[in-house]
T-cell receptor, first 114, second 114 residues
Framework: AQSVTQPDIHITVSEGASLELRCNYS??????LFWYVQSPGQGLQLLLK??????LVQGIKGFEAEFKRSQSSFNLRKPSVHWSDAAEYFC????????????FGQGTILTVHP | NAGVTQTPKFRVLKTGQSMTLLCAQD?????MYWYRQDPGMGLRLIHY???????AKGEVPDGYNVSRLKKQNFLLGLESAAPSQTSVYFC?????????????FGDGTRLSIL
């Protein structure tokens, strides 16, 4: 069965600083990988996805993520964080025969200090 | 451009009461999903449907039932609510497995069981 681990429950950064959120997955083959963001009281919004090809994917709001097969990781990065990026971030994996079912990590709460 | 709409947004129930959560999507998506979100646990799949008239169990199906009588609607039922079912429930839809259009989420239903 597939699984996702987000090691950091809560991360605090200063506005303008760089950001990296970690995500490790467990799956036998190459999975489909996603990062979602959730603002308080809202649903989840897709930031970016990896299906195949270039291992560095660009998303919305200036985010990017890099798929590293050797490390089973899909870390999310942003070079300069804005106060509006404060939210909870979820990494998710879809396995090859799972009918689109997503397995989510536990989430990482991002706090941005001015 | 409604996307995925969940009804109601908030509800408080007493233990043993029943209720139905409604999810409606206007994107002609084949696949629909119900998740629950609990602190520190990410989102967990309750039930899903790969087409009108079909349903299947997800990771945490006990205590819930679902129906997909129409393609655009996916209903989640609690027959006898328990305090352990206090959670935020999210509905999502997608065109299908591994497609370029990943899951679209509703804004959630906050359910409290007293």
């Amino acid at each position: 069965a597939q699984s996702v681990t987000q090691p950091d429950i809560h991360i605090t950064v200063s506005e303008g600083a760089s950001l990296e959120l970690r995500c490790n997955y467990s799956y036998g083959a190459t999975p489909y990988l996603f990062w979602y963001v959730q603002s308080p009281g809202q649903g989840l919004q897709l930031l970016l996805k990896y299906f195949s090809g270039d291992t560095l994917v660009q998303g919305i709001k200036g985010f990017e993520a890099e798929f590293k097969r050797s490390q089973s990781s899909f870390n999310l990065r942003k070079p300069s964080v804005h106060w509006s990026d404060a939210a909870e971030y979820f990494c998710a994996v879809e396995g090859g025969t799972s009918y689109g079912k997503l397995t989510f990590g536990q989430g990482t709460i991002l706090t941005v200090h001015p | 451009n409604a996307g995925v709409t969940q009804t109601p947004k908030f509800r408080v129930l007493k233990t043993g009461q029943s209720m139905t959560l409604l999810c409606a999507q206007d994107m002609n998506h084949e696949y629909m999903y119900w998740y629950r979100q609990d602190p520190g646990m990410g989102l967990r799949l309750i039930h899903y449907s790969v087409g009108e008239g079909t349903t299947a169990k997800g990771e945490v199906p006990d205590g819930y039932n679902v129906s997909r009588l129409k393609k655009q609607n996916f209903l989640l039922g609690l027959e006898s609510a328990a305090p352990s079912q206090t959670s935020v429930y999210f509905c999502a839809s997608s065109t299908g497995r591994g497609s370029s259009q990943p899951q679209h989420f509703g804004d959630g239903t906050r359910l409290s069981i007293l």
